[in-house]
């Protein structure tokens, strides 16, 4: 929601675009104050403080609405925040949950970039294994396991006659613990 309000404001100067984008980017300045703190207290900082500018939030939106062409491209942002408000504002009610998507797009960046490059691989049978190992290594820094000691030890194991009825013994996820990524 608020990458398109704030890519509004900044191709077409809209006004009501911009105020948009301010409002919600006090979320954010709410939610750097509590990262990283327990999940209960970033709940309670929900609760008092963006709660009461998101409640204040949705009729502002449903306001401006009723003022602006329906054809525009800023009611089309608006109906689509509207529309999606109740997954939009989940956050302030399962302390899990962070505010956007950000750090899982950023998680995934690598694998979508490493994707398009094993699209010129050279040979079908190439990308393919690119994209294998893209994969795995994706999958050890997810798991906090270093990726060159994953896979080592694994062609390690491999190679002293590990059964492949057993491969799920290999799996990142049930790497031992010494192998982890230094802190």
């Not at 409002?23 to 207290?41: C, F, K, N, W």
Request: net charge positive.
């Amino acid at each position: 929601m608020r990458r398109r309000f704030v890519k509004l404001a900044r191709n077409s100067k809209s006004p009501t675009a911009g105020a948009a984008a301010r409002h919600i980017a006090q979320l954010y300045t709410i939610e750097v104050m509590v990262r990283g703190s327990s999940p209960d207290i970033r709940l309670a900082a929900r609760r008092e403080h963006s709660l009461p500018m998101v409640a204040a939030l949705k009729p502002w939106f449903e306001k401006q609405l009723s003022m602006i062409s329906s054809g525009s491209n800023l009611a089309e942002d608006i109906r689509n925040a509207l529309n999606r408000w109740q997954g939009m504002t989940r956050f302030l009610e399962d302390r899990r949950l962070e505010l956007d998507t950000n750090l899982v797009e950023n998680a995934i960046r690598p694998v979508c970039l490493t994707r398009k490059i094993a699209l010129f691989a050279g040979r079908e049978a190439g990308a393919e294994n690119w994209a294998l190992l893209a994969s795995i290594v994706a999958t050890c820094k997810l798991n906090d396991i270093n990726p060159a000691a994953y896979i080592a030890e694994t062609l390690e194991t491999i190679i002293h006659g590990h059964p492949h009825s057993s491969i799920e013994d290999t799996m990142p996820w049930r790497f031992r613990k010494t192998s982890r990524q230094p802190q």
